[in-house]
């Protein structure tokens, strides 16, 4: 999947970084709890909280200091850094849903993506208003009927690691019997 640009680099990501050209260098990483990477002959390079454009910036600059051929009118080598395994982000799932508790979810997880990881809605919880909570403070409501009867987008909306997903109770049920027609 391409990397959205506000995705925030941090421990467990793996990084790669080539170069070629004039000189031809990969080096493949794994971001480390304090957020950094060690690079032969580079040193330590502090990757965390940086978003993929300024890491690239980062990179740039530090690589450049050892390879000349980076900069210039007419550079003669090129870098360009990329994601390979993402970490995962623990997401909360509460309410009425079939396994509740902290899942590992892909970083890129929407709403609906996150709770087919959790088992789905259970029959007593509503797939109307489930609530998404990021530092105690409610910051969305997603309706999957819309999305699941008429094609409509969950949006672009991206669950966050500790977000809180809360899915509600059915407040009133229908019962039919008989032949049903849909049209």
């Known amino acids: 999947l391409p990397i959205p640009k506000d995705y925030i680099l941090g421990p467990g990501d793996e990084v790669i970084i080539s170069m070629w050209g004039e000189v031809d260098k990969y080096d493949l990483n794994i971001i480390d709890k304090d957020g950094q990477i060690y690079v032969e002959n580079i040193g330590i390079l502090?990757?965390?909280?940086?978003?993929?454009?300024?890491?690239?910036?980062?990179?740039?600059?530090?690589?450049?200091?050892?390879?000349?051929?980076?900069?210039?009118?007419?550079?003669?080598?090129?870098?360009?850094?990329?994601?390979?395994?993402?970490?995962?982000?623990?997401?909360?799932?509460?309410?009425?849903?079939?396994?509740?508790?902290?899942?590992?979810?892909?970083?890129?997880?929407?709403?609906?993506?996150?709770?087919?990881?959790?088992?789905?809605?259970?029959?007593?919880?509503?797939?109307?208003?489930?609530?998404i909570i990021r530092n105690n403070n409610e910051i969305s409501k997603v309706d999957v009927y819309d999305y699941i009867f008429s094609g409509g987008s969950i949006s672009d909306f991206r669950l966050m690691d500790q977000d809180i997903v809360f899915i509600p109770p059915r407040i009133s049920t229908v019962a039919i019997t008989g032949r049903i027609r849909k049209s």
């Open 46 to 131: 502090n990757m965390g909280n940086k978003s993929i454009i300024e890491a690239q910036k980062y990179i740039l600059s530090k690589y450049a200091k050892v390879y000349s051929t980076l900069i210039g009118l007419n550079p003669k080598s090129y870098i360009d850094l990329s994601l390979g395994e993402l970490k995962s982000v623990n997401v909360h799932f509460v309410g009425y849903v079939n396994m509740p508790g902290v899942h590992m979810i892909h970083p890129f997880s929407n709403v609906i993506t996150g709770l087919i990881q959790a088992g789905g809605v259970d029959n007593n919880g509503s797939l109307r208003e489930i609530k």
